[in-house]
């Protein structure tokens, strides 16, 4: 991927988003307004044009999987409808390289808002950590808006084109077994950083979209690591 025409973006980006889900919500303005059990959903009320762009944090530990599974089911086509229940279409514009993908998605219309649509590269990548020389236990995945010469620029406008910026991050936890036993997945621990900021594109009501984001952020989030952790648990543990 590394010929590719975006390959800076994509490294950049996902670089300033690694760095972004690493901080804390401890500093300042950032507001929890859901937990579920392990999951803690934070949010911070922020307007651009008049439009809301509140950007999420959402942080969650899921025992029995590893960040590399983690990733690798939100990253992969081949399982977005399974767990994404508020798309119509997907499309994959573009194999960049196996790790890094063009999608193109049109999600379900939220009333009175008009339908929109999402146009965004997608990367996955194994981030050592410079903190832990030899923690290679963390997994990210970055969606971010792009633009496409096989998307129309507008979708003639029958959707509104949404700005967003996601990144998934995940780290694996191992508590290695006292007997020196071989490692099960009892003894996984994921610890996931989900951070998005997506702007409408255009005019939304902002009570609407507050309210669609609190009620669809905690079903995503958990529907989505139930979904892989079902799809993990009776297969042979991938790091
Ligand atoms: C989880 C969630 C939060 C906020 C809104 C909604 C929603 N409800 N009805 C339509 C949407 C909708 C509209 C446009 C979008 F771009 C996305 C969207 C959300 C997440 C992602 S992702 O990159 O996190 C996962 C890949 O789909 C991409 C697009 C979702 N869903």
Request: glycine share 4%; proline share 5%.
């Amino acid at each position: 991927a590394q010929s590719h025409v975006l390959w800076p973006e994509i490294d950049r980006i996902t670089a300033e988003q690694l760095h972004y889900a690493r901080q804390g919500v401890g500093e300042g303005v950032w507001e929890l307004f859901a937990e579920d059990g392990e999951m803690r959903m934070y949010k911070r009320e922020e307007e651009v044009n008049g439009l809301v762009v509140d950007p999420l944090k959402a942080v969650h530990t899921v025992k029995g999987v590893t960040g590399f599974e983690m990733c690798h089911y939100f990253f992969s086509p081949d399982y977005r409808l399974d767990w994404e229940t508020t798309i119509e279409q997907m499309k994959v514009l573009e194999k960049v390289s196996d790790d890094t993908m063009i999608f193109l998605q049109i999600h379900k219309r939220v009333w009175p808002a008009s339908q929109r649509d999402a146009l965004f590269w997608s990367h996955l990548r194994q981030v050592p950590d410079s903190r832990d020389p030899d923690a290679q236990n963390i997994w990210i995945v970055c969606n971010h808006s792009t633009e496409h010469h096989s998307a129309p620029e507008k979708s003639n406008g029958k959707y509104i084109r949404v700005f967003l910026t996601v990144a998934l991050v995940c780290q694996t936890m191992i508590e290695p077994p006292k007997n020196g036993a071989q490692i099960t997945r009892d003894d996984l621990t994921c610890k996931i950083t989900y951070c998005s900021v997506v702007n409408p594109g255009g005019w939304a009501p902002a009570s609407v979209l507050r309210a669609v984001y609190k009620r669809e952020y905690p079903k995503f989030l958990k529907k989505f690591t139930h979904y892989v952790y079902d799809q993990c648990k009776n297969k042979p543990i991938r790091f």
